[in-house]
């Protein structure tokens, strides 16, 4: 059984810095995409980004280039998002799924998925 699990959301002022982590265990197949995916209250789940098991190529949806930035740990099965320069749109539940594929997957039908985790940023 793949099991999924984030940590490192919380609250932040508009601004700063806030970075996610996400832990992968169980048996899964390479190679494969990891990924981050937020839902706002209200709205629809949005892609945020996306990598590459194979080789750590990434794409960033366009409301987060130039702040986010998504890596990954393939020894650890890991992957993290470094999100800077916070604004109170990107409050949402974010979170981390992964994929079979052979290169980033861009989009939001993951085939495993995390319970989420919050972020809140204050204006």
């Known amino acids: 059984q793949v099991h999924v699990e984030e940590s490192g959301g919380g609250v932040v002022q508009a601004g700063g810095p806030l970075r996610l982590f996400c832990a992968v265990s169980g048996p899964t197949s390479t190679p494969y995409s990891m990924g981050w995916v937020r839902q706002a209250p209200g709205k629809e789940r949005e892609f945020v980004a996306g990598v590459s098991w194979s080789n750590s190529s990434s794409h960033l949806a366009d409301p987060v280039k130039g702040r986010f930035a998504i890596s990954i740990d393939n020894a650890k099965k890991m992957t993290y998002l470094q999100m800077n320069m916070l604004k109170p749109e990107d409050t949402a539940t974010y979170y981390c799924?992964?994929?079979?594929?052979?290169?980033?997957?861009?989009?939001?039908?993951?085939?495993?998925w995390g319970q989420g985790t919050q972020v809140t940023v204050s204006s």
């Open positions: 799924a992964i994929k079979d594929a052979s290169y980033y997957y861009v989009g939001t039908k993951y085939d495993y």
